[in-house]
């Protein structure tokens, strides 16, 4: 197979998950709603102090956003995998490496890019000054890619499992603290006034690592899965 | 504060999972040798192979 | 060369290692012991109290070999689980989601006696800086190994499975050893390193003693471990049923 028909056949694997995510849109917005959802309680949980809220502010949307990408994410392969599709595309002789990236790129489309676009109201929810909202915005930029990405590793681990969804939450957090701690860090340093390029730049590296790598972690799950 | 009790604490947390981490297997072995040797001795004694 | 790879060859065959590893166990259960006994008296005895801290000083020859070994462990269950996917052997596969319980048990035990240090020495059970943060990380990296091992129903695809995870998860060990310089943190500097130490000989002593019988409990217990799955997955065939026919006689 030649380059030139896997682009053809990646690009309209794309339009097919766009499409389907559209389709089910009131349940792809399910995550979104969980989302702002969560945020606001916490203001209801410990008090409406502008302080206090200002200071736990980048923790809690940012893990808001985590729980709301590990609710999406167990439907990444799941319903490709239950019809057969997972073995075509494996029998098709594209690469399944790109196929999982296609796909995960979907994901971060429909479950990741909404929680980049609603953060500037989640930071004014949770009184972020504008320094720190704005880095806020970009660690979510680059994160939440990351949280697709490395999410597709355990969804593909998990996707033959009949209850599945509960492990994966549990696997991928651990491998998401890395990120929380340097997002987080980094918005807090902005909102004080200090530095936070190196943490941003640790992200970048981080995405760049996760967009190299984790395909292939994830297309040796699915291999493994179908066995 | 005295330190000699969080000594004898630590030590004593670290015995006590090191001997349940080194006794769960030892049982679990002893058990499954007893329920082979006893199906395989049915086997022996009822053989259809 | 050749007697090296017929040696690691004849591993591979379950009653070869069955045997051979059982030659094997009451040396690492001796030299364990002798050595541990070793290094809990230069520790617990002859060592001096700490300059700074005291007495409570002493419980690092536990937790920092625990703490050791817990790092050690998981990338050892990632390096034995690379070999088994990329190798198919299985005995790789085995020893490695064997090694994984003895793994959580060591953070366990470190994340224990570091809190149990740190209330005498510095006045809290708990603080969230980023060595202790990651040690409990690394636990539940641990438990979500074994997690996953256990919810698959075929051995073979769940000891991939969880090997493939355990790889994975690799990476997060890289940022536990540098999350020392990245921030600063309430937990001791790292006082060991490769060009020397900054710990007093009577106190260096001790800690390395009890690193390396740390070292052969894990290897004792891995082979315990990895004998019995052997038996329990292979149970119908004819070695295993002449090894509980003779151990029984």
């Given at each position: 197979?030649?380059?030139?028909?896997?682009?053809?056949?990646?690009?309209?694997?794309?339009k097919?998950?766009?499409?389907?995510?559209?389709?089910?849109?009131?349940?792809?917005?399910?995550?979104?709603?969980?989302?702002?959802?969560?945020?606001?309680?916490?203001?209801?949980?410990?008090?409406?102090?502008?302080?206090?809220?200002?200071?736990?502010?980048?923790?809690?949307?940012?893990?808001?956003?985590?729980?709301?990408?590990?609710?999406?994410?167990?439907?990444?392969?799941?319903?490709d995998?239950?019809d057969?599709?997972?073995?075509?595309?494996l029998?098709?002789?594209?690469?399944?490496?790109?196929?999982?990236?296609?796909?995960?790129?979907?994901?971060?489309?429909?479950?990741?890019?909404?929680?980049?676009?609603?953060?500037?109201?989640?930071?004014?929810?949770?009184?972020?000054?504008?320094?720190?909202?704005r880095?806020?915005?970009?660690?979510?930029?680059?994160?939440?890619?990351?949280?697709?990405?490395?999410?597709?590793i355990?969804?593909?681990?998990?996707?033959?499992?009949?209850?599945?969804?509960?492990?994966?939450?549990?696997?991928?957090?651990?491998?998401?603290?890395?990120?929380?701690?340097?997002?987080?860090?980094?918005?807090?340093?902005?909102?004080?006034?200090?530095?936070?390029?190196?943490?941003?730049?640790?992200?970048?590296?981080?995405?760049?690592?996760?967009?190299?790598?984790?395909?292939?972690?994830?297309?040796?799950?699915?291999?493994?899965?179908?066995? | 504060?005295?330190?000699?009790?969080?000594?004898?604490?630590?030590?004593?947390?670290?015995?006590?999972?090191?001997?349940?981490?080194?006794?769960?297997?030892?049982?679990?072995?002893?058990?499954?040798?007893?329920?082979?040797?006893?199906?395989?001795?049915?086997?022996?004694?009822?053989p259809?192979? | 060369?050749?007697?090296?790879?017929?040696?690691?060859?004849?591993?591979?065959?379950?009653?070869?290692?069955?045997?051979?590893?059982?030659?094997?166990?009451?040396?690492?259960?001796?030299?364990?012991?002798?050595?541990?006994?070793?290094?809990?008296?230069?520790?617990?005895?002859?060592?001096?109290?700490?300059?700074?801290?005291?007495?409570?000083a002493?419980?690092?020859?536990?937790?920092?070999?625990?703490?050791?070994?817990?790092?050690?462990?998981?990338?050892?269950?990632?390096?034995?689980?690379?070999?088994?996917?990329?190798?198919?052997?299985?005995?790789?596969?085995?020893?490695?989601?064997?090694?994984?319980?003895?793994?959580?048990f060591?953070?366990?035990?470190?994340?224990?006696?570091?809190?149990?240090?740190?209330?005498?020495?510095?006045?809290?059970?708990?603080?969230?800086?980023?060595?202790?943060?990651?040690?409990?990380?690394?636990?539940?990296?641990?438990?979500?190994?074994?997690?996953?091992?256990?919810?698959?129903?075929?051995?073979?695809?769940?000891?991939?499975?969880?090997?493939?995870?355990?790889?994975?998860?690799?990476?997060?060990?890289?940022?536990?050893?540098?999350?020392?310089?990245?921030?600063?943190?309430?937990?001791?500097?790292?006082?060991?390193?490769?060009?020397?130490s900054?710990?007093?000989?009577?106190?260096?002593?001790?800690?390395?003693?009890?690193?390396?019988?740390?070292?052969?409990?894990?290897?004792?217990?891995?082979?315990?471990?990895?004998?019995?799955?052997?038996?329990l997955?292979?149970?119908?065939?004819?070695?295993?049923?002449?090894?509980?026919?003779?151990?029984?006689?």
């Amino acid at each position: 197979m030649s380059g030139v028909q896997s682009t053809g056949a990646l690009r309209a694997l794309l339009k097919r998950d766009l499409l389907l995510a559209y389709r089910r849109r009131s349940e792809m917005a399910q995550p979104v709603i969980f989302l702002l959802v969560v945020v606001s309680l916490f203001p209801l949980g410990v008090g409406p102090s502008p302080q206090l809220l200002g200071t736990i502010a980048p923790g809690v949307i940012w893990i808001a956003a985590l729980l709301a990408t590990v609710l999406s994410l167990d439907s990444l392969f799941r319903s490709d995998f239950e019809d057969g599709s997972i073995e075509q595309f494996l029998l098709s002789g594209h690469p399944l490496t790109l196929i999982a990236l296609i796909k995960t790129a979907a994901h971060w489309l429909t479950a990741g890019l909404p929680l980049v676009l609603l953060s500037p109201l989640l930071a004014v929810w949770m009184n972020l000054p504008a320094e720190g909202a704005r880095v806020l915005v970009l660690t979510l930029a680059i994160g939440t890619p990351v949280l697709s990405l490395i999410g597709a590793i355990g969804g593909a681990l998990t996707v033959s499992l009949k209850r599945g969804g509960q492990l994966l939450s549990l696997l991928v957090f651990p491998l998401y603290v890395p990120l929380l701690i340097i997002a987080t860090n980094a918005v807090s340093a902005a909102t004080a006034g200090l530095p936070f390029a190196g943490q941003l730049g640790l992200m970048l590296a981080g995405l760049v690592g996760a967009l190299t790598l984790a395909p292939f972690a994830a297309s040796a799950a699915l291999k493994l899965s179908l066995e | 504060m005295p330190h000699a009790p969080f000594i004898i604490a630590a030590y004593g947390v670290a015995a006590v999972m090191l001997t349940w981490c080194a006794i769960g297997p030892l049982l679990a072995g002893r058990k499954l040798a007893r329920q082979l040797r006893s199906k395989y001795q049915e086997a022996d004694h009822a053989p259809n192979s | 060369m050749n007697r090296v790879w017929l040696f690691f060859h004849k591993m591979g065959s379950p009653p070869w290692f069955y045997r051979f590893s059982g030659k094997l166990l009451p040396w690492l259960w001796g030299l364990f012991f002798v050595l541990a006994a070793w290094g809990l008296y230069l520790g617990l005895v002859k060592a001096p109290p700490d300059y700074l801290q005291g007495e409570s000083a002493r419980i690092m020859y536990i937790h920092v070999p625990a703490a050791w070994m817990s790092m050690l462990i998981y990338v050892l269950v990632a390096a034995m689980g690379l070999i088994g996917l990329v190798w198919h052997v299985r005995i790789a596969e085995i020893m490695a989601i064997c090694s994984a319980p003895i793994g959580a048990f060591f953070t366990a035990i470190a994340l224990a006696t570091g809190s149990l240090w740190g209330r005498p020495t510095w006045g809290t059970y708990w603080v969230w800086d980023a060595r202790l943060t990651s040690e409990l990380v690394l636990l539940f990296l641990y438990l979500g190994v074994i997690a996953l091992y256990n919810s698959f129903d075929e051995p073979r695809k769940a000891a991939r499975a969880a090997s493939l995870l355990a790889l994975v998860g690799v990476v997060n060990l890289p940022i536990i050893h540098y999350s020392v310089t990245w921030w600063n943190t309430l937990h001791q500097g790292t006082s060991i390193s490769a060009s020397g130490s900054s710990i007093h000989p009577s106190m260096l002593w001790p800690l390395l003693i009890m690193a390396v019988a740390t070292k052969f409990f894990y290897a004792a217990n891995l082979l315990v471990r990895t004998r019995h799955r052997l038996l329990l997955q292979d149970h119908r065939k004819q070695w295993v049923r002449n090894v509980i026919m003779k151990e029984g006689s």
